[in-house]
Structures are given as structure tokens and as C-alpha cells.
T-cell receptor, first 118, second 112 residues
Framework: GAVVSQHPSWVICKSGTSVKIECRSLDFQATTMFWYRQFPKQSLMLMATSNEGSKATYEQGVEKDKFLINHASLTLSTLTVTSAHPEDSSFYIC??????????????FGEGSRLTVL | DAKTTQPPSMDCAEGRAANLPCNHS???????VYWYRQIHSQGPQYIIH???NNETNEMASLIITEDRKSSTLILPHATLRDTAVYYCIVRVSSGSARQLTFGSGTQLTVLP
């Protein structure tokens, strides 16, 4: 199937710093990408929908100024956690919807990025 | 998207078939049944999806009841690597740009 790559796979940072997570579709184009957050022993919760060339759409309760999303190309979306605090520690997962090629229309997930804020 | 109900956990002996049920009694006519699984500390992995007919691929089989109110994912010969949380999701057609809404899923543990 199509491949979605996230980087970094894990990161540890100090409280108050900003962390950027990249989500790349490796063998297909994706005009829409989704960012999820998952706390331990819980299910995935959608944070925002990232649209190439336009502003992201955030779910209720997700601070857009804290979780900055940029989708500058058809293969890359980034999530920046600004001024991170320990409560932001979580597993962040992106998914991308293939708009061409094999698997067109389907959603593929990245491997996830584990953020630990000290 | 229609809500789904799954048992929180199941065990299965290695080599035996794992049958994971899912109820989706409010499913609409244009909604598909999707199954994903998430192995610990990894992103979700697509398994299979269907609309009305039973489906089979190299990973699993999907059996959808005639009234479409429930379905069963079958892993024919479960291995230890199949231990994961399995999510049953109902959503409109693959052409939709809508996201997947995850429920609690079923924690499948394959026992040696």
C-alpha cells in the first residue's frame, strides 16, 4: 500500500520549547492530511484537517495557535507544537488521503511520533 | 458517520481463527465498513473494507450481514504478530475527504 512517513518518530524536549513533526506521503499526492493525537490507553482523537495551500481546520477544543499546521506541498504537512508543556506529551499520528495512483481515495497512516515534554 | 460497538477485548489461540465482531446498527446505505488495526506504538494499518458483499484479501475476510447492521472481521490463522487493537469504522465512500473517527476498538491478544 501507499506509504506515509513521519519524522521524528520520537522526540524529547524541555517545557516551553517548540517541536515540529513532519508528515510525508512518499509515493502519492495528498491534498488532505489529518492529524491525530493519542494518549496512553485511549483511542485516536482527530486534532485537525490539513489542506494543501489553505488554512487547516481544527477540531473543537484544539488551540490553533498552539498546534500550528502547514501543508505547503502535496506531499508534506507539518505540525508544530509551540511552547510545549508536559500535558502535550502524546503520540501524534498523521494520515493522508491519496488523490492519485494506487489507493486513490483511501487514507494511509504514518508510523506516529511520540512527544515527551519534560 | 455511524457509530460502531465492539467488545473491548478478546483472546485467541495462535493458529486459530480470530473472529472480531462489530455492530453498526445505524449504518446508512452509502456508508462502508472499514477495519484498521493498531499495533502498540505504531500508526493504524488498513486491513479491509466493504459495502455489502463479503470481502477477502491477503490479510483477512470481512463478513457483513444482509441487513448491514453488523460485521465480523476474520483472521483465518492468527499469529502472535496479530496482537493489536482492531478498529471497526463506518464512513462514507472512499472518495470522501472526511476523516476516520476511531472508537475504542477491540484489543485482540493472540496467545501462544
Amino acid at each position: 500500500g501507499a506509504v506515509v512517513s513521519q519524522h521524528p518518530s520520537w522526540v524529547i524536549c524541555k517545557s516551553g520549547t517548540s517541536v515540529k513533526i513532519e508528515c510525508r506521503s512518499l509515493d502519492f499526492q495528498a491534498t488532505t492530511m489529518f492529524w491525530y493525537r493519542q494518549f496512553p490507553k485511549q483511542s485516536l482523537m482527530l486534532m485537525a484537517t490539513s489542506n494543501e495551500g489553505s488554512k487547516a481546520t481544527y477540531e473543537q477544543g484544539v488551540e490553533k495557535d498552539k498546534f500550528l499546521i502547514n501543508h505547503a506541498s502535496l506531499t508534506l504537512s507539518t505540525l508544530t507544537v509551540t511552547s510545549a508543556h508536559p500535558e502535550d506529551s502524546s503520540f501524534y499520528i498523521c494520515s493522508a488521503r491519496a488523490t492519485s495512483g494506487r489507493g486513490t481515495g483511501e487514507l494511509f497512516f504514518g508510523e506516529g511520533s511520540r512527544l515527551t515534554v519534560l | 458517520d455511524a457509530k460502531t460497538t465492539q467488545p473491548p477485548s478478546m483472546d485467541c489461540a495462535e493458529g486459530r481463527a480470530a473472529n472480531l465482531p462489530c455492530n453498526h446498527s445505524t449504518i446508512s446505505g452509502n456508508e462502508y465498513v472499514y477495519w484498521y488495526r493498531q499495533i502498540h506504538s505504531q500508526g493504524p494499518q488498513y486491513i479491509i473494507h466493504g459495502l455489502k458483499n463479503n470481502e477477502t484479501n491477503e490479510m483477512a475476510s470481512l463478513i457483513i450481514t444482509e441487513d448491514r447492521k453488523s460485521s465480523t472481521l476474520i483472521l483465518p490463522h492468527a499469529t502472535l504478530r496479530d496482537t493489536a487493537v482492531y478498529y471497526c469504522i463506518v464512513r462514507v465512500s472512499s472518495g470522501s475527504a472526511r476523516q476516520l473517527t476511531f472508537g475504542s476498538g477491540t484489543q485482540l491478544t493472540v496467545l501462544p
